[in-house]
């Protein structure tokens, strides 16, 4: 089972960005997939996520300029971030889960590599 995150990379403040995370070796339409950041010495950060049945959830620090939706067959998950601000920059981890909230980094049970968003000012 795999997930693979790409599209990171430098953008000035003010632009965008989309990351895309393909998951392979198993169908992921009954998880919820979502998106974590960790920037230099900081915890991991919630994102966003997206359950099966289609109910998205946002991290306060990102909700209103990111928006993370879903292939129809569920094993591709996107992040587009607008509007990104240099405190935005961060590896961001794509994962997948299927039992909890879906909030928690510990509700998941695969994670992608990261791909690094770097915003500039």
């Known amino acids: 089972v795999q997930l693979q995150a790409s599209g990171g990379g430098l953008v000035q403040a003010g632009g965008s960005l989309s990351l895309s995370c393909v998951g392979s070796g198993r169908t992921f339409s009954s998880y919820f997939m979502g998106w974590f950041r960790q920037a230099p010495g900081k915890e991991r950060e919630f994102v966003a996520a997206?359950?099966?049945?289609?109910?998205?959830y946002y991290g306060d620090s990102v909700k209103g300029r990111f928006t993370i939706s879903r292939s129809n067959a569920g094993n591709t998950v996107y992040l587009q971030m607008t509007s990104l601000k240099p405190e935005d920059t961060a590896v961001y981890y794509c994962?997948?889960?299927?039992?909890?909230?879906?909030?928690?980094?510990?509700?998941?049970?695969?994670w992608g590599q990261g791909t690094l968003v770097t915003v500039s000012s």
């Open positions: 994962a997948a889960g299927r039992v909890g909230s879906s909030l928690s980094h510990s509700d998941y049970d695969y």
């Open positions: 997206r359950r099966s049945g289609g109910i998205t």
